[in-house]
């Protein structure tokens, strides 16, 4: 906020050198008044972040300026970036291109294991849109047990997406999974959809999705409890078992 100040005053008085030393700025309340400056100068500061992108290096803050300024069709200037070195730098380019409009969701779904969680979480909100249409046993792929954290995370969170039934059946699945992260998100989704979606769920699963979520169930009741099992046969439309 001190940096912003600086800015804005100096540029008050006259002095917009600081505004345009402070476009490719990390903190994005910096960049906003940066940008607003040179407006108020007359100049259009998307101008000066198409220059910066052009340089064999950009700043990450350059990359979010130029999605916080630019158009759809400036992202030929940001899509090379998804290959940044920094992290950040990439994160940046897939939230750019996302703000743009522009996503191309094939080449964002080739990143969600990419090293940094920071990026994957970028990727992931820009997949959201496309969940259903991802391929189901890539995103599947990124579940097992030997990819790191946050790529099982992205994996979840996009599964997630995709459909109520696919939601319970990898739910079901994870329950029983050796990380306790994974655990307590499966266990905790299912007791959320049991309490606040289950009674408007209109509809119930049929053929080959109801009996793998009927096999899932039949695995998990030890996990799960006997009233919560017995609670999701009913809300699924399931028979009763002879278990539960």
Known sequence: MVRAEAVHTLAREGDIAPAVASLAE????????????LRR?????????????????PQPGAIAGLGETGTADDAR????????????????????LRRLGAADPDTLAAMLTDPSGSVTRQVVIALR??????????????????NPQHIRMAGYRLLYERDTWTRLLIDLELVADPSPAMRSRAGNDITVWLTREAATTYSVPHGRTADALAERLSVAQDLLGPDRVRLLRFHLGLKPSSDT
């Open 129 to 146: 849109p496309w969940a259903s249409r991802l391929d189901l046993q890539r995103l599947r792929d990124l579940l097992d047990e030997s």
């Open 77 to 96: 200037l940001i899509a090379p970036w998804l290959e940044h070195p920094q992290p950040r730098g990439r994160a940046e380019a897939v939230r750019a």
């Open 41 to 57: 100068a007359g100049s259009d500061p998307v101008e000066h972040y198409r220059r910066l992108l052009t340089t064999p290096l």
């Open 26 to 37: 990390r903190n994005p309340v910096v960049r906003a008044v940066a940008q607003a400056a």
